[in-house]
């Protein structure tokens, strides 16, 4: 069984966390899916809309499995993977550290009225650090709040301070977000990705995020086959060959 799960609705893909046994805690495996989902969302030129949800009604992600680490910047909207399209996050029961970390980078957000958002690291002696961004999403004290004090945070209060954009009935976030999705579908494409490059221009970025983004081209360079000719080049004393790649 796959751990995460693509479903398409013509223009609009559900992608989901699908490992309801562990409260879809996110593992490597769950990290590089995601991450191939979205990106394969990103080049369909026929997708227009995700939709990031969770298998089950318990949870809608628990954050890293501790048990199976993963490098979650992987699945990190903007961070893992870039895309100019919209997506929704879906969320119902527990959204706990790293789920936190997810859904505050995608652009708009449904959520049941069951969904409690949490983090804990500070309680457990770790941080990836990710969550430092959410001071940008929400007000400030209240991400303090859930960062340093580990304070539990329902719907309800996440809604009245901007952070969700809809809370409904448990069982009713897919299908609030697929409307959100149709109404989407009414816009015109080139203007959202637009908007949302302009977003991106403005919006603050963390230091976690741009570390990565520097690992990133740190490891394009560590990893290409120029580094390999460079290398024999130097020890053959010849002039190397490089091709870009």
Not at 42 to 61: N, P, W
Not at 173 to 180: D, K, R, S
Not at 234 to 245: D, L, T
Request: hydrophobic share 45%; glycine share 8%; charged share 20%.
């Amino acid at each position: 069984m796959r751990v995460v799960s693509v479903e398409d609705r013509g223009p609009i893909s559900i992608i989901r966390i699908n490992r309801p046994e562990r409260m879809n805690a996110i593992n490597q495996a769950v990290a590089v899916e995601l991450q191939a989902a979205f990106q394969a969302f990103d080049a369909d030129e026929t997708k227009r809309v995700a939709i990031l949800s969770g298998t089950g009604e318990k949870s809608f992600c628990a954050g890293a499995d501790v048990s199976d680490l993963p490098e979650l910047w992987r699945c990190i909207p903007n961070v893992g993977f870039k895309t100019d399209k919209p997506i929704i996050a879906a969320t119902t029961g527990w959204v706990i550290g790293g789920g936190i970390v997810m859904v505050m980078m995608c652009d708009l957000m449904v959520s049941t009225e069951s969904t409690t958002f949490y983090y804990p690291e500070a309680k457990l002696g770790t941080t990836a650090g990710g969550i430092s961004s959410l001071v940008a999403r929400m007000p400030h004290k209240l991400a303090m709040e859930i960062m340093l004090l580990g304070t539990k945070v329902g719907a309800q209060r996440a809604y009245d301070v901007g952070f969700v954009n809809r809370v409904v009935p448990n069982g009713q976030h897919e299908t609030e977000a697929l409307a959100m999705a149709e109404q989407l579908l009414d816009s015109a494409p080139l203007v959202i990705g637009a908007l949302k490059r302009l977003v991106a221009d403005v919006m603050p970025v963390g230091p976690i995020e741009h570390m990565v983004e520097t690992a990133q081209v740190l490891a394009r360079v560590k990893q290409s086959a120029d580094l390999k000719e460079g290398i024999a080049a130097f020890k053959e004393k010849r002039k190397p060959a490089f091709k870009g790649k």
